[in-house]
């Protein structure tokens, strides 16, 4: 979902150090220029032991340093330089060793000295342990992960699942993919630092008989793009999702459910311990009265099955109307007069703020435009009335749920 320009003008110094996880950094430097940033690569000799300066370079289009005495700095103080053109230093593969060095404020090669020297209050260290799972859980690795964290640092991971040495357990490098979508994300104004959100997303499927049922055209990604900006802006996020195909957002638990009752089921019980709560779950109005235990079967003659509905349980009603009920926010898909009937639906459930969208224009796309609606006040997002990407407007929305909040609980 990550757009090309999400890192544009950000200038990323990759620092490797040696471990087997190298092979990954070279992925990772292409996912970094492929979305926007430039990157100076720095390697310790262990690292050019796993994989070559010429590699990287190819990938980063600049040449690798790996030596503080390398005359091509007309101030022959790459260390320095380093820092001050940066806007994060990130370590990925970060070796036991390198972490260990770190914690003593070594400084006697080019990648330690760098991170020593770095201006802390405008160049962040970001460091992606890569390491067998002794090595990892050893008292001596968790205490100096513990002080770089201490010191400012923040740790990317480690992942779980196999690893090099045939052992299974903590200390994979994490996937390129995810080292992105986590730097992307330390970039987030931190704007619901501290808050828990419930997001609800996706449709939901009504049973009719084993392998059929009524659903909708809903595909999750903008509860979706929601929940991962969330996230972004320093919340704990509880996504409740339907039956959609979309990768869950790193950082989110994720709940599935098929139908109303099972959303609702999975929500209303946990609602109180959240402080927002958006519903983006395009929710079935209305399920069959009676699911068939077996598939019915069409017979020759016979006479065409007729369904009885019953009415799904409303959960954004249920739970804007708990006793300490969290900020609820609404979604309206509409197919026209979307301010008249999004403020309807806003006081029908008694909510103080909801989001309104065009129906066919905004299922399955990866675009949208949205109308925040409130009792007094309608605000298109983007500003300029237009269209813009789902992540973008779920940033957008973050920001005015955050101010919001402020608002209503200084
Ligand atoms: O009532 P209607 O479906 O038009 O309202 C849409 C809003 O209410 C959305 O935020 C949707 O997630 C929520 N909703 C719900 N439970 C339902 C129906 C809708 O939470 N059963």
């Known amino acids: 979902m990550s757009e090309p320009s999400e890192l544009q003008g950000k200038h990323i110094v990759l620092g490797l150090t040696g471990g087997i996880a190298c092979y990954k950094s070279a992925e990772f430097v292409r996912l970094l220029t492929k979305a926007g940033a430039t990157v100076q690569v720095v390697m310790t000799e262990a690292a050019a032991s796993f994989i070559t300066p010429v590699t990287m ?18 101030n022959n103080m790459a260390h320095i330089n380093l820092g001050r053109e940066a806007d994060a230093i990130v370590l990925a593969p970060a070796s036991a060793d390198f972490i260990a060095r770190l914690v003593q404020g070594r400084a006697d090669e080019l ?4 991170c020593l020297a770095r201006p802390r209050e405008r160049c962040p260290l970001l460091v992606a342990p890569a390491m067998n799972r002794e090595m990892w859980s050893h008292p001596a690795t968790q ?3 513990a002080q770089l964290q201490v010191d400012g640092a923040v740790i990317l991971g480690p992942g779980c699942g196999d690893q090099a040495c045939g052992e299974v357990g903590d200390g994979r490098m994490l ?11 330390f970039f987030q104004p931190k704007v619901l630092a501290g808050k828990r959100l419930l997001i609800t997303a996706g449709p939901t499927f009504e049973p009719i008989d084993p392998v059929r049922g009524i659903t909708n055209h809903s595909s999750g990604k903008m509860g979706f793009a929601i929940a991962r900006a969330a996230r972004e802006a320093g919340a704990e996020v509880t996504l409740v999702a339907g039956p959609v195909h979309q990768p869950t957002p790193r950082g989110v638990r994720r709940q599935n459910v098929m139908t109303a009752q099972q959303m609702f089921d999975a929500v209303v019980p946990q609602a109180q311990q959240h402080d927002v709560f958006i519903a983006t779950a395009a929710v079935a109005d209305w399920r069959p009265a009676n699911s068939a ?25 249920a739970v804007a109307g708990l006793s300490d009920a969290p900020y609820c926010v609404g979604f309206a898909a509409e197919s026209e007069r979307l301010l008249e009937h999004a403020r309807a639906k806003m006081l029908r459930k008694r909510i103080p703020l909801i989001v309104g969208n065009l129906g066919p224009a905004t299922f399955g796309r990866d675009d949208n435009a949205l109308l925040l609606i409130d009792a007094t006040s309608d605000r298109a997002l983007p500003p300029d009335g237009g269209r813009a990407d789902k992540l973008t407007l779920a940033r957008a929305l973050m920001q005015d749920i955050a101010q919001r909040l402020q608002a209503v609980n200084p």
Do not use: C, M, Y
């Open 57 to 74: 370079q190819a990938l980063s289009g600049r040449p690798v340093v790996t030596s503080q005495w390398d005359a091509r700095e007309p």
């Open 111 to 114: 990648l330690s000295l760098t």
């Open 143 to 145: 205490r100096n992960v």
């Open 175 to 185: 996937e390129p993919a995810e080292l992105l979508e986590d730097l992307i994300a």
């Open 293 to 317: 235990e077996h598939k019915i079967k069409k017979e020759g003659g016979k006479d065409v099955p007729t369904f009885e509905l019953t009415e799904n349980p409303d959960i954004l009603a």
